[in-house]
């Protein structure tokens, strides 16, 4: 009996305390889910460039402004990150980055770090001693021009497969280049593939060869597909388990929104699942393999997907690649490489293919955005855009088309972006990792003309995107960062920067990985900026990156990331 009165008891003060709290709650509409307070907090919002806090609700940003509030939106159930003097700007939008090859490139031989060949066959031999013979040893990475000594020989600028292949006589080894311009094979992988002094390569490609005319294991651009052909492809557990790696690795660097630089159909089915399944947690905004015409031309009938699942997935840009890259002398150049005075690299497609695109994605409602390196791309893909835009006016009134990478620019062509409103989407960390030896492909007079030239591309107007091409380079926003607003590499070289004045300002480097960000993807009315109305997303450093000292740039960590209101990674556990 008296158990039974306890028990009614308790539940009529449970009943009273839940009522009273129903009422509160319900009076409290104010209540946020989250508030952020006590740190310095940069907007990007021109008429309030910084706050105190925000407020948010539902994953939406309900208040920005001093703290004088906060008591009116902090209820019982409102979440209080302490930011202890910390930096928040908006949420870090990489406009350029390869999700499943950065979760690919995680579970592969890492090479991007060897200091030169010898180290590079080392690291193959140990891996040989634990793979079963007969399987493929698969890595990516490394960079010929990066080694010290230098490999030796040399043919045609690359190292030669004889001593790799004398440590792997089992195992067909395929290991590519840090651009993905290039691939490296072994004799073994050349068996297989049936390569033989005969065979010629695909087109808009090569195979690299010495002086009898023997293959010295070096395939160019399309030449790799020689090779990759006959490396058994991913099974889904392992494309499953790469996602959720470059997942976790983009969010652990502060990025909550991912421009996904090419996807086939069975990547964009794969992101469709995970969107399902509650597991795709940075926002995803997908540019269409346009290699793959059938795919392409359904997307095209079907048109654009647009914020799927509160945000997280969009697909609406197709992409296609006009050329190679400098590494593997595969860009395009109007005029020979200064270090191979026979050659200008070369279209990788017909460029018909790119105005055909260009054309459909317009009256289709999808962004063109095109890979274009040497000058020679970027004018013949300009050109082909123009084409475009002036056959269909009325479709190209806001059509935000990209040049992706728009890396080496004829100064003629530098006011042609914002002429006609191209979005030069680029990488500042290219410059630091590649300016040190680009300047022998391209001369002294061509790099100061037109090479990584954000500011001349600012100055003339044009809306210039950041990003860091990963895994081609780490998808690290404050290496991203420094290398933008010090134009210097990763070791602090040279100590004024590489063509000091086209450094950026760090408010436009914030400005190109926020705002701009947004604007490359039609989405500045939904991120980029701190706002009353936007959804909830921000980066949280642990020092103030518009403040500290340059030298100490490198130093700072991402403390969280936050994506519609939800801390999606923090460093440490509070
Ligand atoms: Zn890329």
């Known amino acids: 009996m008296k158990k039974t009165q306890t028990i009614f008891c308790f539940l009529v003060s449970f009943l009273l305390i839940s009522g009273i709290q129903l009422a509160f709650a319900g009076e409290s509409e104010e209540d946020a889910d989250l508030v952020i307070l006590n740190g310095t907090i940069y907007t990007m919002n021109r008429n309030q460039p910084t706050a105190e806090m925000i407020a948010v609700r539902d994953g939406r940003i309900v208040y920005v402004g001093d703290d004088a509030s906060k008591e009116t939106w902090i209820g019982e159930s409102t979440r209080v990150l302490d930011l202890k003097g910390r930096t928040l700007t908006p949420g870090l939008i990489d406009s350029h980055a390869h999700l499943l090859a950065l979760g690919r490139a ?17 690291m193959v031999e140990m891996k040989i001693r634990e793979t079963p013979p007969g399987e493929w040893i698969i890595g990516r990475g490394w960079h010929q021009s990066k080694w010290d000594p230098p490999a030796a020989p040399l043919v045609k600028g690359f190292q030669t497969h004889w001593a790799l292949s004398k440590v792997s006589p089992d195992n067909p080894v395929f290991l590519t280049h840090a651009s993905g311009h290039a691939g490296f094979a072994n004799a073994r992988a050349m068996e297989i593939a049936g390569i033989s002094d005969r065979t ?37 557990a392992q494309n499953r388990r790469a996602l959720e790696l470059a997942i976790q690795e983009s969010l652990k660097n502060g990025i909550t929104s991912f421009r996904d630089a090419s996807s086939d159909g069975d990547a964009i089915a794969l992101y469709r699942d995970f969107l399902e399944e509650g597991k795709l947690k940075i926002r995803l905004w997908v540019m269409i393999n346009g290699h793959d015409e059938k795919l392409v031309e359904q997307w095209f009938s079907r048109g654009p997907e647009i914020g799927s699942g509160d945000h997280f997935l969009t697909i609406r840009a197709v992409k296609l690649f006009a050329d190679g890259a400098l590494g593997s002398r595969g860009a395009w150049l109007l005029e020979p490489y200064s270090d191979r005075p026979d050659h200008t690299g070369h279209a990788t497609i017909d460029m018909d293919r790119v105005y055909e695109v260009s054309s459909k994605a317009l009256l289709s409602g999808f962004q063109a955005c095109m890979h274009a390196i040497g000058d020679r791309a970027n004018r013949e893909v300009l050109d082909r855009f123009e084409k475009a835009f002036n056959q269909h006016p009325r479709a190209a009134e806001d059509h935000r088309f990209r040049i992706e990478h728009a890396q080496h620019v004829s100064a003629e062509d530098i006011p042609r972006f914002s002429q006609h409103g191209v979005i030069a989407s680029m990488q500042g960390i290219h410059l630091s990792s590649d300016r040190p030896w680009a300047i022998d492909r391209l001369g002294a007079a061509r790099i100061q003309e037109g090479a990584y030239v954000w500011q001349k591309l600012l100055e003339s107007g044009a809306v210039v995107v950041n990003g860091t091409d990963a895994p081609v380079e780490p998808i690290d926003p404050i290496e991203n960062f420094y290398a933008t607003v010090t134009r210097r590499t990763l070791k602090g070289e040279p100590p004024g920067g ?29 991120k980029g900026s701190i706002e009353v109305g936007k959804l909830a997303d921000f980066t949280v450093f642990s020092q103030d990156i518009m403040q500290v000292p340059e030298d100490q740039i490198l ?20």
Do not use: C, W
């Open 106 to 122: 995680k579970m592969k031989l890492d090479l991007s770090r060897v200091g030169n060949y010898e180290e590079l066959v080392r």
């Open 555 to 574: 130093d700072t960590e991402v403390e969280y990331t936050i994506i519609g209101g939800e801390i999606a990674y923090a460093r440490r556990q509070e």
């Open 498 to 526: 590489f063509e000091p004045d086209q450094k950026m300002t760090r408010y436009q480097a914030l400005h190109s990985y926020t705002l701009a960000g947004a604007y490359a993807g039609f989405e500045e009315d939904l």
């Open 200 to 236: 010629r390569s695909e087109a808009g490609g090569e195979i690299i060869r010495d002086s009898d005319g023997n293959p010295t294991g070096i395939f160019t651009e399309n030449g790799q597909e020689l090779i990759r052909r006959h490396i058994p492809g991913g099974s889904e």
